[in-house]
Each structure stands twice: as C-alpha cells, then as structure tokens.
C-alpha cells in the first residue's frame, strides 16, 4: 500500500475487487489529541462526561478522559474508504469489541486486513484491529465492504481547517459571574490620560468590579473626557501635577488602605512599580513582585498562567522561586488548589551549558524540600512537553505535569513577552494581567489590550483584593 511513496500523500488511489487478495493490508497512525475528542463530541451530539469533563473523569474507573469508542471506529472507515478498498467502496456492515480506553495522547495503529473474498458480489471481509503504543488492543472487529469494479485515482481534498474554542467564547460571561457575589474595591486608577485607560476605569466600574479614584492632573482628565465623550461625574479625583506623582500619590493611598489595588493608566510601567517597591512605599513583602499573565486560547483546555513577562529582565533562582510561588497563589486565587507548574526551557533535560535548565532542576528540589509550596512542580520541559501529552508521551517524559501545565514559568522577561504576545496575536488567547508580591494587586495593562483584557484583569484584581483581607500577602 506504500509503494506510490509520498505522492499518497496528494493522490487517492483504489484497489479494484480484481486486485485484491486474502492477506493484503493497510494501516494508518494517529494520535488523540483533546480536539479529536471535543470534534466527534460535537459531531455526534454525545457528550457524555466521561469525554469532555476533566474533573468528571478524573474520579470515574479510567481516571481520566477517554475517546468515544467510536471514534477509532472512524478511524477504521476512513481506512476503508480511503487505502483500502479506498474510493468506491461500500460500507456493507461493521462489528467492534472496545478492548481497552483511548486516551488523549495514545498513538493508535489503526489497521484491516482483507481476510475473505466474495466474488460473486465483489464482497470483502476485513479483519480491524487499534492497537495503542503499548502493543495493548483497544478495538477489534471486523468488517464487510463492496470492493469497487473500476480504478479511481482523484487529488485528495483539503479540508477547512477547524478551531475549537474549547473553553467558550463566554470566557469573560463566565469570568465576571463568578466574581458577581463580590463587593467592588477601591482602585487608584494611576494617570487614566488617555482614552483607553480611562474609558477602562469606566468600563470596570459599569462593571460592578471597581470603585475607581483618579489619580492624575485633574485638568488633563477632563480634557480626555470631554474630547471622548467620557462621564466623570460621580468620580472621586486626587488631583496631583504629573504622572511620577500620580504614581507616588497612589502608592500611598494604597499603603494607608484608603485603596485596595492600583491599576496601571498611560503612565510607564517603569513609572508605576518604581513607586510601588519603593522601601518608603509600605507596599513590599518578603517576596520579589513579578507579573503573571492568565491567558485562556482556544487550543488548551484549561485557563493558564505565563509568568513572568513584564517585570523581572533575568530572574535569577532566588528570584525564580518568588515569581513560582506568586504564581502559585494566583492560582489558588483563580481557582486550581493545586496547580501543575512547568519549568519551561529549551529542552527537557538538564544541561550544564544551558542555566535555564539548571535552575529549573534546582526550582524542583525546592519544592520536593517545602521551600516552594502550594502546586507540583517539573522542569525543565520544553514548551512542547508542558501543553502537549502527546508529545511528551513521544518523548518518553513521565510526569504529573507535563502536558497539563497550569502554569509556565519562563527563563527569562523577553522569552515570556514573546511567549504571552504569540499566543494573544496567533494563538486567539484572550489575556488578563496582575502584578503579584506586593501587599495589593496591580492591573498592569498595555495600551495595546483590548477592553475585554482590562476588564479581566480588574476581576482578578478584584479576587485577590478579596483574599487579601483573610490572608494579607
């Protein structure tokens, strides 16, 4: 069946009744992926938990997702339909035995062999067998087909690509109806003097997430809202010459607990959290502050964190360890009692010639020693490795984390940066920003982020203002 090589590739070919033989085979391999799952769930309407809830699965008989069972019986028709016989073949009828589950990440070999000929209806019996990377049999059956009379040769079709939007489109419906019971906090909102920052104070309160104090030369926030259309009316304003003072002043309003978090307006960063680690400021803890994005894509199944990406240029490991355990909290905060951290690198084994490796190893022994708390750890891991049970099955990577990260702890500023933007602008990530390890949460935006980005990461920063009153960082 291989004997045309790569052009299998592009061209559809038969084999007519007359060229069979008992014996003849063909054999495809594929490997589960959560999409193929979620697309036959929405193909045939059966979504039954035992395939599309993690958290359902999890405490069933199989610990975890499994495939329908008949999706390697799709994987056998297309077989049929496409190698052998191939095009002109009719289905006639199917049996099938489910040996063992499929799950996301096994490697089926899908095969059928021809085992009876029936010439005188063109008839073909074929043995099919799904046997997973182990050796281990999970489908057995067999089927019958009509072989076709004429030769056919066509160009396979394309097919349109298909994107899942596996956690919801309603990301931010979900996100701002779990954080509706809570009561809005205080927010110095740092030099709104654009239209986007301000018009986000806006939003957030309208919102019901923010109870916004303007900080910022009063006259330059009435020129912004006037030439926008913007209502400050209502609004509490602490008028103060220019955004360093913006910044000072907001600093300080935080520290006497007059605010409970600070929001990020057209002011620098740089600006902003000079004054908030400032050691007169009243806002720093033991810990170093870092920055988490929480990012939700269409391509993973779950909500993460990628940290840090915004603040710490080059971490070293003491700096590493605070930005994890940030994380962590963040984490609890969101949600995930326990969440899987991935150590990210280049590659998944320790190197000396490659830090980055060497202080993932060393992040891990920390938490195998208490020193870091709160979530399970693993590095280094590729990129790959982390998101990608499949791949870190191919690879022979062993791990509660890998494949099922929670969080993904970066090298360095400019590899998470890349990292966070590739997935907002490729990857269809909708994003929040939270700055964490001072004593209140600071919405970090860009003037790039959209208004669902703003208002996400005022609902995050309502939740740890929240949690912060029981548990002060």
Not at 73 to 101: D, E, K, N, V, W
Not at 128 to 156: H, L, M
Not at 229 to 256: F, I, M, N, Q, T
Request: aromatic residues 2%; charged residues 20%.
């Amino acid at each position: 069946m291989n004997a045309h090589g790569a052009d299998d590739l592009r061209v559809l070919r038969n084999r007519t009744f007359d060229e069979l033989a008992v014996g003849d085979s063909a054999s495809v391999e594929r490997v589960l992926t959560l999409e193929d799952i979620q697309v036959f769930a929405a193909l045939s309407g059966d979504v039954n938990p035992q395939h599309v809830d993690a958290e359902f699965a999890a405490s069933s008989r199989f610990q975890g997702v499994i495939a329908h069972g008949l999706w390697g019986g799709a994987l056998i028709s297309a077989l049929l339909g496409t190698r052998l016989p191939g095009p002109g073949t009719i289905y006639r009828s199917q049996s099938l035995r489910f040996l063992a589950p499929v799950r996301v990440g096994d490697r089926l070999r899908v095969s059928v062999t021809v085992s009876a000929l029936e010439p005188e209806c063109r008839g073909v019996v074929l043995d099919c067998a799904c046997v997973n990377q182990d050796g281990v049999e999970a489908i057995r059956g067999e089927a019958r087909v009509i072989a076709p009379a004429e030769r056919i040769e066509r160009p396979r079709t394309s097919l349109p690509e298909i994107r899942l939007d596996v956690g919801g489109r309603d990301g931010l419906d979900r996100l701002l109806a779990h954080v509706r019971p809570l009561a809005a906090v205080r927010v110095a909102v740092v030099h709104p003097c654009d239209a986007p920052s301000l018009s986000a104070a806006l939003d957030a309160r309208a919102a019901g997430l923010i109870e916004p104090v303007l900080v910022a030369p009063r006259a330059r926030l009435e020129a912004v809202a006037a030439e926008h259309g913007l209502d400050l009316a209502g609004l509490a304003v602490e008028d103060v010459p220019h955004s360093h003072a913006a910044a000072a002043r907001a600093a300080e309003l935080a520290a006497a607990g007059e605010v409970e978090a600070l929001m990020k307006g057209s002011l620098h960063t740089d600006e902003l959290m000079a004054a908030v680690v400032a050691s007169a400021s009243g806002l720093r803890t033991k810990r170093r502050v870092s920055h988490c994005f929480v990012l939700q894509t269409p391509h993973y199944p779950r909500p993460f964190i990628v940290t840090d990406a915004a603040i710490n240029l080059a971490p070293d490991l003491q700096q590493k360890a605070d930005i994890v355990r940030n994380a962590i909290d963040l984490a609890h905060t969101i949600g995930v009692p326990e969440p899987k951290v991935a150590i990210l690198a280049a590659v998944e084994t320790v190197s000396p010639a490659m830090p980055a490796t060497l202080d993932a190893a060393a992040l891990c022994k920390m938490a195998d020693r208490g020193q870091i708390a709160g979530g399970v750890l693993d590095g280094p891991l590729a990129f790959d490795n982390a998101v990608s049970l499949a791949a870190a099955r191919t690879k022979g990577i062993a791990s509660p984390v890998a494949g099922q990260a929670d969080i993904l702890v970066v090298p360095d500023l400019e590899s998470g940066n890349m990292l966070a933007k590739q997935l907002m602008y490729m990857g269809d990530a909708a994003s929040a920003g939270i700055v964490m390890g001072a004593k209140v949460p600071v919405v970090l935006t860009s003037r790039a982020d959209s208004r669902e980005s703003r208002i996400a990461s005022c609902a995050i920063a309502l939740m740890l203002a929240h949690r912060y009153r029981e548990t002060p960082p």
